[in-house]
Structure formats: C-alpha cells, structure tokens
C-alpha cells in the first residue's frame, strides 16, 4: 500500500504562486510515474502534469510554462510549483502515484488539497 498526503495548497490572488507538495510512504524511486491532477464541481479530474520516475515530465496545456513538477527523492516527495495563478486554475488538486505489481500498474491517491484563486 502506498499512502499520499498532500499540503500547501490554499488561498492566492490571481498571478501568485504556490508550491504544492506530495509526500509519500515508500521510496519514490520504487514508483513508476506520479502525478497531479485537479478536480471542479463542474468538471471530471484532469491530469495537470506528470512525471514518469526514470524519465520524462509532460504538462496539460493550460498549465505549460507555468506549473512546475520536480521531485526530491532523499525526502520521499513530489511537488507541484504554480506560479501565474490564475481563477481557472481554482481546484481540488491531487497526488497520484502508481506502480507496477505483478506486470499490472496500480494507482494511489492522495486525499487532496484545496487551491483557491481569487481577488
């Protein structure tokens, strides 16, 4: 089982930034890909960025050249910097780690954090 908390998330004007931030269970290096995603009363979860553990990072168009995914592995974490903030960016935003067991991938989620963007 791998267990995700999120945090940072929170109240910014539009044009902020905030540093979102995934800690996980178990060693990073032992997932395959994790990932941000966000959620709207209006609209289904929607992948935000991604990073594939030993490779590439790929971003959702609307975030491109402002949000940010890196990772520190020493300390067991995935973050997420949103700089350019903007009120379509309001969300429930979420960490997903998934990993292969048995040649079959299995996801995990976080709980969530909430990100507001308003004047």
């Known amino acids: 089982q791998v267990q995700l908390v999120e945090s940072g998330g929170g109240l910014v004007q539009p044009g902020g930034s905030l540093r979102l931030s995934c800690s996980s269970s178990v060693s990073i290096s032992s997932l395959y890909v994790m990932g941000w995603y966000r959620q709207t009363p209006e609209k289904q979860r929607e992948l935000v960025a991604s990073?594939?553990?030993?490779?590439?990072?790929s971003y959702a168009d609307p975030v491109k050249g402002r949000f940010t995914i890196s990772r520190n592995s020493a300390e067991g974490a995935v973050y997420l910097q949103m700089n350019s903030l903007r009120p379509e960016d309001t969300a429930v935003y979420y960490c997903?780690?998934?990993?292969?067991?048995?040649?079959?991938?299995?996801?995990?989620w976080g709980q969530g954090t909430q990100v507001t963007v308003s004047s």
């Open positions: 990073m594939v553990i030993r490779g590439s990072t």
């Open positions: 997903k780690a998934s990993r292969v067991i048995m040649g079959v991938l299995i996801d995990y």
